[in-house]
């Protein structure tokens, strides 16, 4: 029998009626996330609206134009303290380019948000391409809307207890190419696949973050 107890902190972060209005989709996610997504048994969504007043996009309505494909990683603190969002966008002319944005919480308290200063550089071919086999390798993209909490997303077996997940770092993973929009999520915190880390790691070294709390937060 699998038993995984760890952690997931409410939701913190409501919208109000003017952000609603501006976001055309009233619903607590800011229209950041897409039915498909809302509607799962995936977590998802902790820091929507907080990247939607800070001028993220959604990515599951479509590519802008000369856009290949866009890849999105957001890790959420469990507390939703801060988050970090780090997007590779790879364009049609063969350029692309990684963008780390983002708040951060040195006090660890809630309203002490600061926000980061967004840092855009050029990533070459060759390490894009490294990225994507990393995803692939692990399987990050392989369903439209899914959990690696819970490998089948859906209730467990009988006999078999399904993880609830309190207080642990958040990370959702979001791909947008003309193939479609796939989403994943996991909570990077406490529960770390091994089969999905080496994507983690390059991702938290391209956008150099660090992996403190005895390893259980990246930040």
Known sequence: ??????????????MSVAD????????IYCGMLPPSVTSSLAYSGW???????????????GLPPGTKQVTRFIFTQG???????????????????????????????????QKIR???????????????????????????AGTWD?????EGEEGEEVGIYLHCQLLEMERANPQGY???????GCNQPEKLM???REIVRQAKMKNTHNGMLFE
């Open 1 to 14: 029998m699998r038993l995984i107890v760890l952690a997931m902190a409410t939701v913190i972060g409501c």
């Open 20 to 27: 609603a209005k501006d976001t055309k989709q009233d619903d």
């Open 47 to 61: 820091s929507a609206c907080e990247m939607r007043k800070a001028d993220q996009k959604p990515i599951w309505n």
């Open 79 to 113: 507390h939703g303290l801060f988050y970090r969002a780090i997007t590779i966008t790879e364009l049609e002319d063969g350029t692309n380019q990684l963008k780390v944005s983002g708040t951060r919480n040195p006090r660890g308290r809630a309203g002490d948000e």
């Open 118 to 144: 967004s840092i855009r550089r050029k990533l070459s071919p060759d390490i894009v391409s490294e990225i994507n086999a990393l995803a692939d390798k692990a399987g990050a993209f392989e369903f439209e």
């Open 150 to 154: 819970n490998e089948t997303g859906e």
């Open 182 to 188: 796939r989403f994943s999520s996991v909570n990077i």
């Open 198 to 200: 080496p994507l983690v």
